[in-house]
């Protein structure tokens, strides 16, 4: 059968001052640290919708997450949802209070301020070019991606890519960009520590980054008169941190949601509260605001740029070559519709060989 004949199903994708505590707020804990990084497996293309049986009317009912009537509750009320079984290949980020940004960093990551998120769900790897070339084919992402070998292979992470074919892609899978509040939640835990590990600063042991020589972690690149600048490396080559997300520093960096504001002072209330968007919430047009965001740092960059409360300016349709990339977030609704899911037949499981990573590319 054709990709055309099957884009209307389920298209498989080869897809120093301390910084204050927030006040404890109950929240489901993360499970263990997983053991070493398995190859992520394809997602299979997920319609936006999932429904309960339909009502008397004959209209279906939009399935909605259960949420303990004796939970806690977020500053407006809303009970905080617990973490249920995670779509494929997604980790639950528990909700309540969190530390977002810091006192210590550059003026653009200041004040750092509790705010407070609903539970949401994170893709534990980044996407990698498998995954995006296959939405490209089934005509749901417009082109993108690197514009080097040695950035192209099919488990290294999608690069050269604009904001909007990032939120494409998030989008044909039912999911969507995480807000940044969100991504640093999912890359600080619990604690709020600056780094996914804790407060260790970032080594080529725990991050694909630029070491002390300026030599690249990540391997180094085939076809170059400087090789060693380096190159992603295979999605999830480091150990998973905080909730069992991997590269959550360093190898690409990653697009969140958010218009980019030069402080979260000028930001006011639009970063503050209960799972803030940023301005215009987000969405498009915004008068005043015409950069995106890019949080983590890459392979390309020393570790000082890879902690969690770092933020960089990115024009929404600029297609850096070799930079930025992007995982996918969803939120209660969206998770209830994508569990379930199932995952491509084709696609390396968990301790499957990897052929990519045998090679050492």
């Given at each position: ?56 009317a ?9 949420v ?41 990551t200041?004040p ?108 180094p690149m ?19 941190a ?41 969405v ?17 960059w ?60």
């Amino acid at each position: 059968m054709s990709a055309r004949a099957l884009l209307p199903y389920m298209l498989v994708l080869a897809c120093t001052h301390a910084t204050p505590s927030p006040s404890p707020v109950p929240a489901q804990q993360p499970s263990a640290t997983p053991a070493p990084a398995p190859t992520p497996p394809t997602l299979a293309l997920a319609s936006h919708v999932a429904t309960t049986p339909a009502d008397d009317a004959g209209a279906p009912v939009p399935a909605t997450p259960a949420v303990d009537a004796g939970a806690a509750r977020l500053p407006d009320g809303t009970a905080i949802a617990s973490c249920e079984d995670a779509p494929a290949n997604m980790s639950c980020i528990p909700g309540g209070a969190m530390i977002r940004g810091t006192d210590d960093g550059p003026e653009n990551t200041r004040p750092a301020a509790t705010v407070h998120l609903q539970t949401f769900y994170m893709d534990r790897f980044e996407v990698t070019i498998a995954e995006y070339k296959a939405c490209v084919r089934a005509g749901a992402c417009p082109k993108g991606g690197p514009f080097y070998p040695d950035f192209s292979r099919p488990h290294q992470p999608i690069v050269g890519m604009t904001w909007r074919g990032a939120k494409a892609f998030c989008e044909a899978h039912g999911k969507q960009l995480p807000t940044e509040a969100q991504w640093e939640k999912a890359a600080r835990g619990d604690a709020g520590a600056l780094h996914p590990w804790g407060d260790e600063r970032p080594s080529c042991r725990r991050a694909v980054i630029k070491d002390k020589r300026g030599r690249s972690c990540g391997t180094p690149m085939a076809r170059s008169s400087e090789p060693y600048k380096g190159r992603t490396f295979v999605v999830g080559s480091r150990p998973a941190a905080a909730y069992g997300l991997y590269d959550m520093v360093g190898n690409a960096w990653e697009y969140v949601a958010d218009w980019y504001a030069p402080d979260y002072a000028s930001c006011g209330d639009a970063c503050m509260g209960v799972d803030p968007k940023g301005p215009c919430g987000g969405v498009e047009p915004c008068p005043g605001h015409d950069q995106k965001l890019v949080k983590g740092g890459s392979w390309y960059w020393s570790g000082q740029l890879g902690n969690g409360a770092i933020r960089r300016a990115q024009p929404p349709d600029n297609r850096p070559f070799h930079h930025y990339g992007f995982r996918c977030a969803a939120s209660l609704e969206q998770a209830a519709a994508l569990r379930g899911k199932p995952l491509a037949a084709e696609a390396p499981r968990e301790g499957e060989p990897n052929p990519d990573r045998e090679r050492g590319l």
